[in-house]
């Protein structure tokens, strides 16, 4: 049934065979989630969240901004200018501000002063004053500047989930980070920002041992968790376990109760559903779009995006969420260009045989390179990076597959003196290369580039004339959905192609299925920059199984099964 001809040119398992009954029993069946279906099903806080006292550090961490808490002592929240930086910044901001806490912010200048700390911007915040510095999103492989500042008199603390260098690690008085080969918490799956509320939870923890809160309100620690839900998805770290259950209460904030910011954000975005894809393809590309767009053509400002999530008054908020909107506007025209040419170089690589995927263009911006390098791991099914070519240095960003650690090889190369500088995590990873030693790069990472390419898992196989509305809005039950977790995908057999049009000046294509009386539209977005739209065109009239993720149309009150297309097996 899976055996054809794939548009994709990729190979496909059913996890199960034929659906026997309900469609959401069936998915959990397949995926082994029966057994806790309740915990599964409506994970809680109260009973799921695990004692951040398990993270190496965390009590020294907590203890000592809680002493920076009780006796008015300066801190600056150090962050990073992605989205997982931005909302570690705003949790960490937002709760020192019900606390009363003396702080105040800093996100570092993506273009003139790059990734995490250095020690010229370290000097100038100690030389401004201040008493204890708390990294979040970053500082793990920070040795120089963070041993200088405490050199200065200086408390560093580090709240991190970037897998350290081999060697020493910097001289803070605490690093909570779950790679660190001594931490036994089993955390690894949490991103910084997740962390960061870890670490607000053990502070108001230990401010409530020492009687802090008996002359003041506990802040709501439940508000965060909008924050915390938007950088989990959008840092692509597993949805497994903790980070599963920030997700979901954290789109119950985000629907009932948002922050300021977040509530400003939403209304830019114009987001229908609330659920994990908005917080991944609508919310977290906006927060990017300020740190992505240092030197654009709009004055960006790295901070933008913690700024809003901190921002409690709703004019500002509304200002800064508009503006926010109209630098994605720009990322999005500055990425279609990048695509366009990543892509022509991706396919001559595939069709060279080359493992991983390593592309680059003079002038491509830093700001687009990650979301490009994500666009062709999807496409190829492949390890990708993409950088941009300042004439000196390759700066770029990689996103992995299933099966292959890239950052562990990105650190490698790091570390032998391949890279100028990289790192990451598994999925994910940064890195910057001289131009004399490209070459060097694209051959280490090809030759480490060993793994099984697994066939794709497919949950169900769906006779067409069997997709209906209500199975398919019970899978809603399912959400929070995302990496380690994915969405639903299904094949819908016993197909015939009965038509085949594009959409929107030929960007997508619909194919219209027909399956015994039974018609079902299915749609395949941005075939045109894919690259499919004369395989997609060629298919009117054929058999074919697609593979895709189910969906419901609703037009003018009526609702229609719908699918999300992934790939078209032709028989």
Known sequence: MLDGLSVRERTYRLRAGEAKGAAIADVMEVRGLLDDAERFLNPRIDRDMPDPSILKDMNKA??????????????????????????????????????????????????????GPSSPVFKRIVDEGVDVILCVDCGTAAVDPIAEATEAGV??????????????????????NAHQADCTSGLTMLCAGALAFMLCVAVQRELRRRGFFE??????????????????????VPLIGPSRLFVARGLDVIAKSPSVGMAALLKVSDCKDLNARALGFALGPRINAGGRLGGGTIDADGALGANLLLCDDPQEAERLAKKINEMNVERQAIQAGCVEEAVVQARRQVEEGCRAIVVCGKGW?????????????????????????????????????????????????????????GGGH??????????????????????????????????LEIPGDRLNVDEIETLSQL??????????????????????????????????????????EALWWNALSDGYVE?????????????GRPDVNEFRGSKTPQLILSDVIAA
């Not at 997982?84 to 009363?100: F, H, K, N, P, Y």
């Not at 350290?164 to 909570?176: Q, R, S």
């Not at 070519?389 to 570390?415: C, H, M, Q, T, W």
Request: net charge neutral; aromatic share 6%; hydrophobic share 40%.
């Open 62 to 115: 907590a203890d000592r901004i809680a002493d920076a808490v009780r006796h008015g002592e300066k801190i600056v929240v150090f962050g990073d200018y992605d989205v997982d930086g931005a909302c570690a910044t705003s949790i960490m901001g937002r709760w020192l501000r019900q606390v009363g806490g003396n702080f105040s912010i800093y996100i570092p200048d993506r273009m003139k002063e790059g990734y």
């Open 155 to 176: 408390d560093v603390v580090v709240v991190d989930h970037h897998k350290p260098p081999v060697g020493d690690l910097p001289p803070a008085i605490a690093i909570v």
């Open 215 to 236: 002359a003041r309100p506990e802040p709501k620690l439940r508000d965060l968790m909008d924050a915390v839900a938007l950088c989990t998805v959008a840092d692509i």
């Open 365 to 421: 911006h830093p700001g687009v390179v990650g979301i490009v390098a994500g666009r062709l791991k999807e496409m190829f099914n492949r390890p990708a990076i993409v950088a941009g070519f300042d004439g000196k240095v390759y700066k770029g960003s990689g996103r992995s597959v299933p099966g292959f650690d890239l950052g562990d090889v990105v650190i490698e190369a790091r570390n032998r003196g391949i890279l100028a500088s």
């Open 426 to 459: 598994t999925m994910a990873c940064g890195v910057g290369c001289l131009q004399e030693r490209w070459d060097e790069f694209r051959e280490f990472l090809e030759k480490r580039t060993i793994y099984k390419p697994e066939a794709i898992a497919i949950d």
């Open 479 to 520: 959400q929070p959905v995302g990496m380690g977790m994915p969405d639903v995908e299904i094949a819908v057999s016993e197909c015939t192609v009965s038509s085949v049009r594009t959409l929107s000046e030929g960007k997508h294509v619909k194919l219209t299925l027909k399956s015994g009386t039974k018609v079902v």
């Open 535 to 547: 395989k997609l065109m060629d298919l009117s009239g054929r058999r074919v199984v697609a593979i």
